[in-house]
Antibody, heavy 118, light 111 residues
C-alpha cells in the first residue's frame, strides 16, 4: 500500500524559505509516476504547486514558479519542496501526493500545516 | 486562481440525489483533458473519488458517479447519506497554464 508522509517545520518566518519533505513507502519513487505538492490555505480550496519525476524533471504552477524548487532523492525514496520568500499568504496545509499517469492524484499524505509568522 | 468553477454549496435530505457541477473552458475540460473528483472529509486529506470523468477507484460506493460534457463536468451522489457530508473538488489539466487545476470546491450538506 502506497503511503506518503510530509515532514518539516510548522512555523516559518516571513521572507524565509519553507522546506518540506515527503517520505514515500510501499512504492519505489524510481518507478513510473510523477510526485506532486498541493496546498490548501485555511478554509480555502486546493492549489497545485508542482510535480517532479524520478529523473528530476519538474514542472511548476506558473504563479509560484519563481519561488518553488522541487527535488527528489531516490536513495531515500523521498522528494522535497522549497518555497522561498514566504509571506502570510503562504500559510497553508501542504500535501504531497502521487500523480497517476492519467493525471490524477491517487495517493495523498495526511498534510502538514505551515504557518508563516514572525 | 481557480479556473474551474463549482457552486459553493449544495444540500439534500438523506436518500436524495444531489449533483455538483464543475465549469471550465476550452483549455481544460473542453479540451481532451479528463476530469477527476476528490472528497475531503473535515480535517482530512482529499481522497480520490472519481477518475477519468466517470471511473470509481476500488472501494468507492456506486452511489457516486461522474460525467463530462463540453466544458463542464458533474458529480452525482444518489441515495445521499450522512457520511457524504464533505467538501468536493474537481480537477483537470489546463493547457494554457501547463499545469493542474482544481475547482473552487463545493460543500455538500446532508439536511
Amino acid at each position: 500500500q502506497v503511503q506518503l508522509q510530509e515532514s518539516g517545520p510548522g512555523l516559518v518566518k516571513p521572507s524565509e524559505t519553507l522546506s518540506l519533505t515527503c517520505a514515500v513507502s510501499g512504492y519505489s519513487i524510481s518507478s513510473s509516476c510523477y510526485w506532486g505538492w498541493i496546498r490548501q490555505p485555511p478554509g480555502k480550496g486546493l492549489e497545485w504547486i508542482g510535480c517532479i519525476y524520478h529523473s528530476g524533471s519538474t514542472y511548476y504552477n506558473p504563479s509560484l514558479k519563481s519561488r518553488v524548487t522541487i527535488s527528489v532523492d531516490t536513495s531515500k525514496n523521498q522528494f522535497s519542496l522549497r518555497l522561498s520568500s514566504v509571506t502570510a499568504a503562504d500559510t497553508a496545509v501542504y500535501y504531497c501526493a502521487r500523480l497517476d499517469s492519467s493525471w490524477f492524484f491517487d495517493y495523498w499524505g495526511q498534510g502538514t500545516l505551515v504557518t508563516v509568522s514572525s | 486562481q481557480s479556473v474551474l468553477t463549482q457552486p459553493p454549496s449544495v444540500s439534500g435530505a438523506p436518500g436524495q440525489r444531489v449533483t455538483v457541477s464543475c465549469t471550465g473552458s476550452s483549455s481544460n475540460i473542453g479540451a481532451v483533458y479528463d476530469v477527476h473528483w476528490y472528497q475531503q472529509l473535515p480535517g482530512t486529506a482529499p481522497k480520490l473519488l472519481i477518475y477519468g470523468n466517470s471511473n470509481r477507484p476500488s472501494g468507492v460506493p456506486d452511489r457516486f458517479s461522474g460525467s463530462k460534457s463540453g466544458t463542464s463536468a458533474s458529480l452525482a451522489i444518489t441515495g445521499l447519506q450522512a457520511e457524504d457530508e464533505a467538501d468536493y473538488y474537481c480537477q483537470s489539466y489546463d493547457s494554457s497554464l501547463s499545469g493542474y487545476v482544481f475547482g473552487t470546491g463545493t460543500k455538500v450538506t446532508v439536511l
